[in-house]
């Protein structure tokens, strides 16, 4: 098995003409590539160099490994260039109403400028996300959250509803039947909280992590939730009598990484944040 090490100083001698300028392009000394060639012509059992000139040229062999050792250091070259570009992950944890539509065609158009990053997107309740950015499992996390958490590069006002099933209402029923995220989920606590004080009697009637499972249990008439306005859809109704919620906090967290991927693609979902709710 061929040294690429040796192939490397044997190609430098002859780009060179010189064992000592070899030297200086492979960061060797003069004696070491002079062993090195020594040890490659025992290992052929041939003479590659004939040294009897001011300038240092192949023998017949050395012409005829000379374009094998290139041709083997290109692809050794492209062999660590591709493995390096694959090791290149980006982390990025969102909220599921951000994990398709509009994010996918944004991420799209980031893996065309960089096809090097792999991207790697987690979707998950912010909590779960926060925590996970938290540990520096994430380069970059968009996470609903109390406003003032951390030290977000950019933030937006997410307005919540409270939303009913507008062909089997349940907000009149008693008591009121409630379509909530689990225990840690941003919303639940504001609606929970918001009905004590009304003095109105409720009841955990459907809990699921998903937002789309969420949104269909409001619209099949399970239970009334609070969620992001602007995801009202057309076979729901918003309470607008019922007494409203302060906003929540959309905030992209940055990581402590750095390089250009990672500058453009929080570029990216900054763009793609002022589309969907507004300048913050």
């Known amino acids: 098995m061929l040294d690429p090490q040796l192939l490397r100083s044997f190609v430098a001698i002859i780009e060179t003409g010189s064992f000592t300028r070899a030297g200086e392009r492979v960061h060797l000394t003069q004696s070491t590539i002079s062993q090195q060639m020594r040890r490659l012509e025992q290992q052929l059992g041939c003479p590659l160099l004939d040294r009897s000139g001011r300038q240092v040229v192949t023998t017949v062999a050395g012409e005829t490994l000379l374009g094998l050792a290139r041709r083997i250091l290109t692809l050794l070259a492209q062999a660590e260039q591709q493995l390096s570009e694959a090791s290149q992950p980006l982390s990025l944890g969102v909220p599921e109403d951000f994990a398709a539509g509009a994010m996918t065609s944004a991420l799209a158009t980031f893996a065309r400028q960089y096809p090097e990053v792999r991207l790697e997107v987690q979707s998950d ?14 380069d970059l996390a968009l996470v609903k959250q109390g406003h003032g958490q951390g030290s977000p590069i950019a933030s937006w006002r997410e307005p919540l509803a409270w939303v009913d099933s507008r062909d089997w ?5 008693d008591p009121v039947p409630l379509v909530v995220f689990p225990s840690e989920g941003l919303y639940r606590r504001q609606l929970t909280e918001t009905l004590d004080g009304l003095g109105r009697r409720w009841r955990i009637a459907y809990v699921s992590a998903s937002l ?10 399970i239970g009334v939730s609070l969620l992001p306005r602007r995801l009202l859809l057309p076979d729901q109704l918003e309470l607008s009598h019922w007494p409203s919620v302060p906003p929540i906090e959309l905030a992209l967290h940055l990581g402590a990484g750095g390089g250009e991927p990672l500058t453009r693609l929080s570029q990216a979902l900054i763009d793609l944040c002022d589309q969907v709710m507004g300048p913050g």
């Open 125 to 138: 309740l912010s909590h779960a996300l926060w925590q996970r950015f938290e540990a520096g499992e994430l």
């Open 169 to 173: 209402p349940a907000s009149e029923r």
């Open 212 to 221: 789309a499972s969420l949104q269909g249990a409001v619209s099949a008439g």
